[in-house]
């Protein structure tokens, strides 16, 4: 880890896992999958990208995975005992 994107992509990436994970281990699991994909391919597509050098391309793709688990995969619903 040598770059400022592989660490955060990586911490992004942690924190989506870690969502996936603490709302697999309460049933009933609603979450879909395959809507964690978007934001994990984004943060090593932004990793990738960063790292040769296309630097303004990863910060916009890192801010739109972050924009995306916010937004669609909500992580403080569980907080709030909301239930979509």
């Given at each position: 880890?040598?770059?400022v994107f592989?660490?955060?992509s990586v911490i992004l990436f942690c924190a989506i896992a870690l969502t996936l994970l603490h709302r697999s281990m309460?049933?009933?699991f609603r979450?879909?999958?395959i809507a964690y994909l978007p934001p994990s391919i984004g943060c090593a597509g932004a990793n990738w990208l960063g790292n040769e050098g296309y630097h303004i391309a990863a910060i916009l793709i890192l801010i739109a995975s972050a924009a995306y688990y916010h937004v669609v995969l909500?992580?403080?619903r569980d907080l709030r005992?909301?239930?979509r």
């Open positions: 880890m040598r770059t592989d660490w955060i309460h049933p009933p979450d879909r999958i909500d992580p403080l005992g909301g239930d």
